[in-house]
RNA sequence: GGACAAUUAGCUCAGCUGGUUAGAGCACUACAUUCACAUUGUAGGGGUCAUUGGUUCAAAUCCAAUAUUGUCCACCA
């Protein structure tokens, strides 16, 4: 009998030591590993790399974080046994809006805001916040036992990070692919910013749909409507009778009998007393409402087709915090839009225009960070064509050269690339990559100049009625140039979609294509992230890595399932009825929550998060635990050197546990976890301890201390329990390496288990 | 409105390119055991593999339709 063992792997204690054993040893570097290799004389081969998805540094990561790691962890450790230098690139990321959101409302707890703190302030501030909750992020990555090479880290406003997303924008830039343009846009009240269409939802909400009449300008249209709708114009339905302020037409469908004669004439839009015309556009619905539309080119995205088509002036009344403003009666001036809406109704009730009021359910778009419902408004923003992007992209994954599991998921990918429409890349936030771009003269001046082609500088002085220090030209920098002679260089206080960044995040960790990581790890070779950002992220990182690398980041991108809360419902925090990881942790072990994942957190599943299942992989571990405790407590201590010595490898049991080994490799390779992690504990639990260590152990039951026998039978037993503990390492590296330290305390072992190579 | 996926034991799910009595974990029942095992072992109960057709010597597995559920996409005022 060796020293006592402790009776269970006391996770809690050990994770800890063995997590900084792997620290120390350095083998999370690859270029460590390779050195390794070299020195050992195994043969070394291709790299592996995975650039791991960076958690937002805003705030706790929770379990659907951690599940993802346990796939890349399993996968890196497996590959770094068998002979591949491994790179797990991890990261963090400012997450754009929805940072600015949290820390924001974070100040307004305080009783700040961002206005008072200045955008510097506030920033350094953020900042600060952010770092709090990477380290807080870092430490839930070790704790799942993440063999990250965190020497390597990244967050995504890292400087050096910064510098290749710029240069990106620049050659976009200087190729045509980055254009600014005056559109209808999103806008979110609420977040003060622009947000592209994929940042929205949609939900269906209660609303009005309002009947109102437009008159006629002619007197014999009034009397003809009167006869024909019992009311001297035509009337419209509406969701939102705001806008009514900046109608420019009624649209009616051309096949309408009800309204054809009308087409071509006038009728005078209430309250605003504009004359408008009543225009025909086959799109509109003969079986809505009236069959009439309103059209308000600027807050609403299909008139603002309309609107184009039929060349209709475009009245903006509604300003980016969703206020009315504008060409209006003074009255409704500053007011919310709900505000405006019912004092309007009012005022056409008095009027005796308006004819009903339907209470209604409806799709409206709201934004995805916040909730709010969307105020589409005309605005100037940075876009990028990704036309010819996704086209590369999308033939890449029809040739196969990427692929998404599970399957499905890719044919929603081919969709996404297949009607992408352009990106607006900037957003009205403080938080993020300011773009870097000057304008000689003012922004402003400059989006004139755009919009009014063929005009000039003292054109725009003479409609302003001011001067301007400038030539209206941009320029693209993180500085601005040198000023000639009073001119004066505005800078873009618009910061990139997070994703813009984010989306280059396979090469700019590994420092862009002159780093030397990047040429001795570039393309990664696969990708695991949550269903849920497949077309933030990996639709982008497809575009971004075949436009600046000209290659695919990845061949692979798996997606994992959903954890879900224990009865079945989504996870959130305002429903409270979220799980902590650290419960987990301290409960079950990471080893626990590692099988579970395998096994219940597949592609396409969604898996309400079960402790009893965790707990039985728990019992897993403890079995684990004690069948080594076991086989080391019955290697007498005159015993150790010989059996050390007598690794015997030619058994029919060693045999089968070859076969097993190479069984539960192929699944690894195939990204079958779940199979994996079923086989190894197959394996191990009924066939290794309730077989195996039975047999041997009555064979050696009743032979005394140091006999031949006993030595061979602990021998077989001991070189069983390694490979075992090799294999289970990727699923399972805490209690696998606690184990292999024990064997090396006793001299049966060297080293850590990490590096050890497969059969 | 469109796309995709799922539908297998009480629960969560495996079951790859079709082949004898359909599997796992957890839960359940009985017995055994404190032998390394904050337990474990042995044995067991429980499924007409959503429905209906079709292909086939043979289908949970392939095809079609139907139903239900879920996810995503979508400008119907």
């Not at 830039?173 to 609420?190: A, H, L, M, S, T």
């Not at 004439?265 to 009439?292: C, F, Q, S, W």
């Not at 910061?495 to 780093?515: A, E, I």
Request: charged content about 30%; hydrophobic content about 35%; some cysteine.
């Amino acid at each position: 009998m060796q020293k006592e063992i402790p009776k269970t792997f006391e996770s809690n204690k050990r994770e800890k030591e063995i997590y900084s054993l792997w620290k120390n040893s350095g083998f999370s570097n690859p270029d460590t590993m390779q050195k390794y290799l070299e020195e050992k004389e195994i043969e070394v081969k291709t790299s592996f790399t995975i650039t791991l998805p960076p958690p937002n540094a805003n705030g706790t990561p929770h379990l659907g974080h951690m599940c993802g790691y346990a796939f890349h962890d399993a996968i890196g450790r497996y590959k770094r046994m068998t002979g591949h230098p491994t790179l797990l690139l991890p990261g963090k990321d400012h997450a754009g809006i929805q940072t600015e959101s949290v820390f924001t409302k974070l100040l307004e707890s305080r009783g700040q805001n961002k206005f008072e703190l200045g955008r510097e302030e506030f920033y350094k501030q953020c900042y600060e916040f952010c770092l709090t909750n990477m380290n807080n992020a870092r430490e839930y990555e070790q704790r799942i036992g993440l063999s990250a090479d965190f020497s390597r880290e990244f967050f995504t406003l890292d400087p050096r990070l910064t510098e290749i997303v710029y240069s990106t924008f620049y050659k976009m830039f200087e190729e045509g692919f980055v254009y600014r343009d005056k559109r209808i846009i999103n806008q979110c009240p609420n977040c003060h910013t622009a947000l592209a269409d994929i940042d929205t939802e949609h939900e269906e909400r209660r609303g009005i749909f309002a009947y109102i009449v437009y008159p006629f300008v002619e007197e014999s249209d009034r009397k003809k409507a009167k006869e024909l709708f019992g009311v001297e114009g035509i009337t419209v339905a509406t969701t939102r009778p705001e806008t009514m302020l900046g109608d420019t037409a009624v649209a009616v469908n051309p096949k309408d009998k009800r309204y054809s004669q009308f087409v071509g004439k006038k009728v005078v839009l209430p309250i605003a007393n504009r004359e408008i015309p009543v225009i025909a556009e086959d799109t509109t619905d003969m079986e809505l409402g009236t069959g009439a539309l309103k059209v308000t080119p600027a807050h609403s995205p299909v008139d603002f087709e309309i609107g184009k088509k039929h060349s209709l002036p475009i009245v903006n009344v509604i300003n980016e915090e969703g206020k009315m403003m504008g060409d209006i009666p003074e009255r409704f001036v500053g007011m919310g839009t709900t505000e405006c809406s019912k004092a309007l109704c009012k005022e056409l009730d008095d009027l005796d225009l308006l004819v009903k009021i339907e209470n209604i359910k409806h799709e409206v778009v709201i934004c995805e960070r916040c909730k709010s419902a969307i105020e589409p408004i005309i605005s100037n923003q940075w876009y990028l064509n990704v036309e010819s992007l996704a086209k590369r992209a999308l033939e890449a994954l029809k040739r196969g050269d990427v692929s998404v599991v599970p399957k499905g998921q890719q044919k929603a990918l081919e969709y996404f690339y297949e009607n992408i429409q352009p990106w607006c890349i900037s957003r009205q936030l403080w938080w993020g990559q300011r773009i870097p771009v000057w304008y000689s003269g003012g922004k402003k001046l400059y989006d004139w100049l755009l919009e009014n082609k063929g005009k000039n500088v003292s054109d725009f002085e003479k409609e302003f009625g001011t001067k301007v220090f400038g030539t209206g030209k941009i320029f693209l920098g993180e500085q601005p140039p040198k000023s000639e002679s009073g001119e004066v260089w505005e800078q873009e206080t618009d910061v990139f979609d997070t994703w813009f960044s984010s989306g280059q995040w396979p090469y700019t960790t590994l420092g862009g294509s002159d780093g030397d990581d990047f040429k001795k790890y570039y393309p990664t070779q696969m990708m695991i992230h949550g269903r849920d950002i497949l077309f933030w992220w990996t639709a982008r990182m497809l575009m971004f890595g075949l436009y600046r690398t000209d290659q695919i980041p990845y061949p692979v991108v798996m997606l994992t399932g959903i954890i879900l809360a224990p009865d079945g419902s989504k996870m959130s925090k305002s429903k409270g009825n979220g799980v902590e990881p650290s419960e987990i942790f301290d409960k079950y072990g990471a080893d626990a929550l590692r099988l579970w994942y395998y096994i219940d957190a597949l592609p396409g599943s969604n898996s309400p998060i079960r402790e009893e299942k965790i707990k039985g992989n728990r019992n897993f571990i403890t079995k684990i635990w004690n069948a080594s405790r076991f086989i080391l407590m019955n290697i007498d201590e005159s015993e150790l050197e010989a059996v050390s010595k007598n690794l015997k490898i030619n058994s029919e049991r060693i045999e089968i546990t070859k076969k097993h080994v190479k069984k539960v490799s192929e699944y690894i390779e195939k990204f079958q976890f779940n199979l994996g992690a079923e086989e190894i504990r197959e394996f191990f639990w009924h066939q290794v301890c309730d077989v195996w260590i039975e047999e041997i152990k009555s064979e050696i039951k009743d032979q005394p201390v140091g006999s031949e026998k006993r030595i061979d039978g602990l021998a077989e037993l001991l070189c069983i329990l390694k490979e075992n503990l090799k294999i289970m390492h990727p699923f399972i590296p805490f209690v696998t390496e606690g184990v292999w330290q024990e064997l090396v305390n006793l001299g049966l072992a060297s080293g850590v288990l990490m590096v050890e190579q497969l059969f």
